[in-house]
Nanobody, 124 residues
Framework: QPELVESGGGLVEPGGSLRLSCAVSDRLAYYCIGWFRQAPGKEREGVSS????????YYVDSVKGRFTISVDNDKNAVYLQMNNLLREDTGVYYCAAGWVCSAYALPAGAFDAWGRGTQVAVST
């Protein structure tokens, strides 16, 4: 299983932007990489995913048009560009690796390797 390390979280005002990075210890072409988030008191939620081969990405409805996932195969990294952030985007963001991506859903149980997370706080 690969190792994953997230970075790029922080405190930002509503309407602001952040770019999260996920560094992966193996070639991305083998994996589906997903971004998940967990807000205090809530269940972990799938946000976006993409295969290392850069097939059609998945986005949860609440982030469509605001978040963009991308892959850099040379750096073995996956990025999540988050624009027009809302207070409800607050949470710990995790990246995870699995074998199969779906364009229609992002179940956490399909991912075997997880990073330790990076905190995103959207507040004035």
């Amino acid at each position: 299983q690969p190792e994953l390390v997230e970075s790029g979280g922080g405190l930002v005002e509503p309407g602001g932007s952040l770019r999260l990075s996920c560094a992966v210890s193996d070639r991305l072409a083998y994996y589906c990489i997903g971004w998940f988030r967990q807000a205090p008191g809530k269940e972990r939620e799938g946000v976006s995913s993409i295969h290392g081969s850069q097939d059609t990405p998945y986005y949860v409805d609440s982030v469509k048009g605001r978040f963009t996932i991308s892959v850099d195969n040379d750096k073995n990294a996956v990025y999540l560009q988050m624009n027009n952030l809302l207070r409800e985007d607050t949470g710990v963001y995790y990246c995870a690796a699995g074998w199969v991506c779906s364009a229609y859903a992002l179940p956490a149980g399909a991912f075997d390797a997880w990073g330790r997370g990076t905190q995103v706080a959207v507040s004035t």
